[in-house]
């Protein structure tokens, strides 16, 4: 939480004398009495203490919820992670309509999970190709293996364990924040067509995941802030930040905004829900047929993933369950994973006031293909698995040490980091070793300084060359109000939670993650960190580092030596009109061995003006033994005016029986003026006609028998004074806002 203007110069001085406390002695101290004065904090949320009481069984048959939380807090209203009230409301209701459904604009298949436990699986990867096609970034929309994403992150196979699994047990579900590890680190994502869906979750060999080539990463991601509800006997709805703290509605909105936009641009989101209560339903005799969905109730835990696809403001508190209708109007469509058969054709109304639909909201915002020339250097492969809260009280440092993990050159071309809320970031790099001293602290440019969504991936303007068996990442983040960093953490270890969870097989190395706070000054290692009760001893920053194994920053140099050997049989009958200017600076030592067999017919006009300035340094060594049977007919008019320096060194076997007619009038009007014009390469050109966040999505089996099917399966441009005008009303807005809110 930023500062308040209205705080007195005592409480100033004491924070000043809290930095100044954490500078001398380089750890990190936490003030329990008033969180404001915290540097770094850590909010367990409610839901996930809930959550945690429950047995083992229960566990697996329910979503785990996340342990912390993105909240909005008092400036959020001009964070970057969200919409400024004045202007933003203003544009938001003219460009967001009161209804929008995905379907309108791209293709979105309804799926089916079957019987298994891959809800999350399939909501992550509805979401991953929903962005793809909403991008424009494929012609063709891929299909992503769900199952592929369900083995890949479990443990136990019929050869042993994965050596990069979760603590997780096939058929005990999953959460987006596991899929995100996944979709992040390069384990995936697979094509749908190399490891289909299959009605079950029989264990199988190692070999069957490992040999699946992954296709495609995700750079940028995002994860909403939580709307907690409580809803009254009347159903009167209460937003909520946390236990202690209320959302107004005009924030409610904002959140909602965000949300709408971010589909309209981006794609689907995942959610959750409760599942296997059939009077959340709006036919509660039978559900499996209903066409809306609310939960009013937070006693019951979360079960189920579901995918945002749109929204209607209007829908109608009657299409709900006559004896449990919601308050307000309005509510989410989204896509099922149970077939076409299911609900309103695959499809179900989600209320705006159901009690879990805005809790674990999971997007897509960028991706890349993977190549086998890029490098994903990581301490954090399992992902953010929780966020550490960050006061504004200074300059914070984060840094990531990598190991060189081969003798070729490597360039470092870009970062990614979990960081969200509205901070401005410093990149360094130390290419040479894994020192953090500022003075060999390299400063990069990066694409962007501000960040805008969770995960978020950094492309240096200049990739750096690795010169070093170590190399050291620093991200300087400053800001004026609270943000949050993302770090794979394992809970038990580190006492969040009383018994093992899925990151249950997250741990750290002294020596991989760093703290600072005080503007790279000094650093503590991240699993000396200690925060109240919890310690970070497994846990490590959430910073990867691609490389890239050539400069990408050069241009391609080439240099060829060829040596020809040339059998060539050729029956020509050439009629060609050509008006050609050539420009030609080689360098060529050419070895080849042709043996080519060309019977051609080419009737070619052609008309070409070029202006070109030519100056061509050559120097020709030619070793040549040519047997050759030539018939030629030639009728050539020819204007060429050229300059010619050519280095070669060719040695050329050539033994050729040509018959050629050829009729050539040719107009060549060469007007040269190239200079310093130096290349070493050849070009040869052979004829031969010779490619939720957090959701355990089991389902009880036996309601599930009842309930659930078995089957498997721009604005428009504002001219300037208008644009002026918004801007100014937007600001006298804003600031009637802010002085109620001081008054």
């Given at each position: 939480?930023?500062i308040?203007?209205?705080?007195?110069?005592k409480?100033i001085?004491?924070?000043?004398?809290?930095?100044?406390?954490?500078?001398?002695t380089?750890?990190?101290?936490?003030?329990?009495?008033?969180?404001?004065?915290?540097?770094?904090?850590i909010?367990?949320?409610?839901d996930f203490?809930?959550?945690?009481?429950l047995?083992?069984?229960e566990?697996?048959?329910?979503?785990?919820?996340?342990?912390?939380?993105?909240n909005?807090?008092d400036?959020?209203?001009k964070?970057a992670?969200?919409?400024?009230?004045?202007?933003?409301?203003?544009?938001?209701?003219?460009s967001?309509p009161?209804?929008y459904?995905?379907t309108?604009?791209?293709?979105?298949?309804?799926?089916?999970q079957g019987?298994?436990s891959e809800?999350?699986a399939?909501s992550?990867?509805?979401v991953?190709?929903?962005?793809?096609a909403?991008?424009?970034?494929?012609?063709?929309?891929?299909?992503?293996?769900?199952?592929?994403?369900?083995?890949?992150?479990?443990?136990t196979?019929l050869?042993g364990?994965n050596?990069?699994?979760y603590?997780?047990?096939?058929k005990?579900?999953?959460?987006?924040?596991?899929?995100?590890?996944?979709?992040t680190?390069?384990?995936?994502?697979?094509?749908e067509?190399?490891?289909?869906?299959?009605d079950?979750?029989?264990k199988i060999?190692?070999?069957?995941?490992?040999?699946k080539?992954?296709?495609?990463?995700?750079t940028?991601?995002?994860?909403?802030?939580?709307?907690?509800?409580?809803?009254?006997?009347?159903?009167?709805?209460?937003?909520?930040?946390?236990?202690?703290?209320?959302?107004?509605?005009?924030?409610v909105?904002?959140?909602?905004n965000?949300?709408?936009?971010?589909i309209?641009k981006?794609g689907?989101l995942?959610?959750t829900t409760?599942?296997?209560?059939a009077n959340?339903?709006?036919?509660?005799k039978?559900?499996?047929?209903?066409s809306?969905y609310?939960?009013?109730?937070?006693?019951?835990?979360?079960?189920?993933?579901?995918?945002?696809i749109?929204?209607?403001?209007?829908?109608?508190?009657?299409?709900f369950?006559?004896?449990?209708?919601p308050k307000?109007?309005?509510?989410?469509i989204?896509l099922?994973?149970?077939?076409?058969?299911s609900f309103?054709?695959g499809?179900t109304?989600?209320?705006?006031d159901?009690?879990?639909?805005?809790?674990n909201?999971?997007g897509?915002?960028?991706t890349?293909?993977?190549?086998?020339?890029?490098?994903?250097?990581?301490n954090?492969?399992?992902g953010?698995?929780?966020?550490?809260?960050?006061?504004?009280?200074?300059?914070?440092?984060?840094?990531?040490?990598?190991?060189k993990?081969n003798?070729?050159e490597?360039y470092i071309?870009?970062?990614?980091v979990?960081?969200?809320?509205?901070?401005?970031?410093?990149?360094?790099v130390?290419?040479?070793?894994?020192?953090?001293d500022k003075?060999?602290?390299?400063k990069v440019?990066?694409d962007?300084t501000?960040?805008?969504?969770?995960y978020?991936?950094?492309?240096l303007?200049n990739p750096?060359?690795?010169t070093g068996?170590?190399?050291a990442?620093?991200l300087?983040?400053?800001?004026?109000e609270?943000?949050?960093?993302?770090?794979?953490?394992?809970?038990?270890?580190?006492g969040?939670?009383?018994?093992?969870?899925?990151?249950?097989?997250?741990?750290?190395?002294?020596?991989?993650?760093?703290i600072?706070?005080?503007?790279?000054?000094s650093?503590?290692?991240f699993?000396?960190l200690?925060?109240?009760?919890?310690?970070?001893?497994?846990?490590?920053?959430?910073?990867?580092a691609i490389?890239?194994?050539?400069?990408?920053?050069?241009?391609?140099?080439n240099?060829?030596?060829?040596t020809?050997?040339n059998?060539?049989t050729?029956t020509?009958?050439?009629?060609?009109?050509?008006?050609?200017?050539n420009t030609n600076?080689n360098?060529?030592?050419?070895?080849?061995?042709?043996?080519n067999?060309?019977?051609?017919t080419?009737?070619?006009?052609?008309t070409?003006?070029?202006t070109?300035?030519?100056?061509?340094?050559?120097?020709n060594?030619n070793t040549?033994?040519?047997?050759n049977?030539?018939t030629?007919?030639?009728?050539?008019?020819?204007?060429?005016?050229?300059?010619n320096?050519?280095?070669?060194?060719?040695?050329?076997?050539?033994?050729?029986?040509?018959?050629?007619?050829n009729?050539?009038?040719?107009?060549?009007?060469?007007?040269?003026?190239?200079n310093?014009?130096?290349g070493?390469?050849?070009?040869n050109?052979?004829?031969?006609?010779?490619?939720?966040?957090?959701y355990?999505?089991?389902?009880?089996?036996?309601?599930?028998?009842?309930?659930?099917?078995?089957?498997?399966t721009?604005?428009?441009?504002?001219?300037?004074?208008?644009?002026?005008?918004?801007?100014i009303?937007?600001?006298?807005?804003?600031?009637?806002?802010?002085?109620i809110?001081?008054?």
């Amino acid at each position: 939480m930023a500062i308040r203007g209205d705080m007195t110069m005592k409480k100033i001085l004491s924070i000043i004398a809290l930095v100044s406390i954490i500078i001398g002695t380089c750890n990190i101290s936490f003030a329990k009495e008033n969180l404001r004065e915290t540097i770094i904090s850590i909010n367990i949320s409610e839901d996930f203490k809930e959550w945690d009481k429950l047995s083992k069984e229960e566990k697996n048959k329910t979503i785990m919820p996340t342990a912390t939380t993105i909240n909005m807090n008092d400036k959020d209203t001009k964070n970057a992670n969200s919409f400024m009230f004045g202007m933003q409301n203003f544009f938001t209701k003219v460009s967001i309509p009161s209804k929008y459904i995905l379907t309108q604009d791209i293709n979105v298949p309804v799926k089916h999970q079957g019987s298994t436990s891959e809800c999350w699986a399939f909501s992550m990867t509805s979401v991953l190709e929903s962005y793809l096609a909403k991008s424009g970034e494929k012609a063709v929309i891929p299909r992503y293996s769900a199952r592929h994403m369900d083995y890949a992150t479990s443990e136990t196979f019929l050869d042993g364990k994965n050596p990069i699994g979760y603590s997780r047990e096939l058929k005990s579900g999953g959460n987006s924040a596991m899929a995100l590890g996944y979709l992040t680190n390069g384990t995936g994502a697979v094509l749908e067509e190399n490891m289909p869906f299959e009605d079950n979750e029989e264990k199988i060999k190692l070999e069957e995941i490992q040999n699946k080539k992954p296709v495609t990463r995700v750079t940028d991601a995002k994860e909403f802030p939580t709307i907690n509800k409580s809803i009254d006997s009347q159903g009167n709805v209460t937003y909520k930040k946390d236990l202690l703290n209320t959302y107004t509605d005009e924030e409610v909105q904002l959140i909602r905004n965000e949300i709408k936009q971010y589909i309209m641009k981006y794609g689907a989101l995942s959610a959750t829900t409760v599942a296997n209560q059939a009077n959340f339903y709006s036919n509660p005799k039978d559900p499996i047929h209903s066409s809306s969905y609310y939960c009013d109730n937070n006693l019951y835990t979360i079960d189920h993933a579901i995918t945002i696809i749109g929204w209607d403001d209007n829908y109608s508190v009657d299409n709900f369950n006559p004896n449990k209708k919601p308050k307000n109007p309005g509510a989410y469509i989204c896509l099922n994973s149970y077939g076409t058969e299911s609900f309103a054709d695959g499809y179900t109304y989600v209320s705006y006031d159901d009690v879990n639909i805005e809790k674990n909201l999971t997007g897509i915002m960028g991706t890349e293909e993977i190549s086998e020339n890029k490098k994903i250097y990581q301490n954090d492969f399992y992902g953010a698995t929780t966020r550490l809260t960050m006061n504004p009280l200074g300059d914070v440092g984060l840094a990531s040490i990598f190991s060189k993990e081969n003798m070729g050159e490597e360039y470092i071309e870009e970062l990614q980091v979990a960081v969200s809320g509205n901070v401005k970031m410093e990149v360094y790099v130390n290419p040479l070793d894994a020192s953090l001293d500022k003075s060999k602290l390299q400063k990069v440019e990066v694409d962007k300084t501000t960040l805008d969504a969770t995960y978020n991936t950094l492309k240096l303007k200049n990739p750096v060359k690795i010169t070093g068996d170590k190399f050291a990442v620093v991200l300087k983040i400053s800001a004026e109000e609270q943000y949050q960093i993302g770090v794979e953490c394992n809970y038990f270890d580190s006492g969040i939670t009383n018994t093992p969870t899925i990151f249950d097989n997250v741990s750290a190395n002294p020596g991989e993650s760093y703290i600072s706070t005080n503007s790279l000054q000094s650093w503590q290692d991240f699993t000396t960190l200690t925060i109240d009760k919890y310690n970070f001893e497994e846990s490590n920053l959430c910073i990867k580092a691609i490389t890239n194994t050539k400069d990408t920053t050069e241009p391609d140099t080439n240099t060829n030596t060829n040596t020809n050997t040339n059998t060539n049989t050729n029956t020509n009958t050439n009629t060609n009109t050509n008006t050609n200017t050539n420009t030609n600076t080689n360098t060529n030592t050419n070895t080849n061995t042709n043996t080519n067999t060309n019977t051609n017919t080419n009737t070619n006009t052609n008309t070409n003006t070029n202006t070109n300035t030519n100056t061509n340094t050559n120097t020709n060594t030619n070793t040549n033994t040519n047997t050759n049977t030539n018939t030629n007919t030639n009728t050539n008019t020819n204007t060429n005016t050229n300059t010619n320096t050519n280095t070669n060194t060719n040695t050329n076997t050539n033994t050729n029986a040509n018959t050629n007619t050829n009729t050539n009038t040719n107009t060549n009007i060469n007007i040269n003026n190239n200079n310093s014009n130096t290349g070493t390469g050849t070009t040869n050109n052979n004829s031969n006609g010779n490619t939720s966040y957090y959701y355990n999505g089991t389902v009880d089996k036996d309601l599930a028998d009842k309930l659930l099917p078995k089957t498997g399966t721009d604005i428009a441009r504002w001219v300037l004074p208008v644009v002026i005008l918004i801007f100014i009303i937007s600001y006298i807005n804003y600031r009637r806002y802010r002085d109620i809110k001081i008054k």
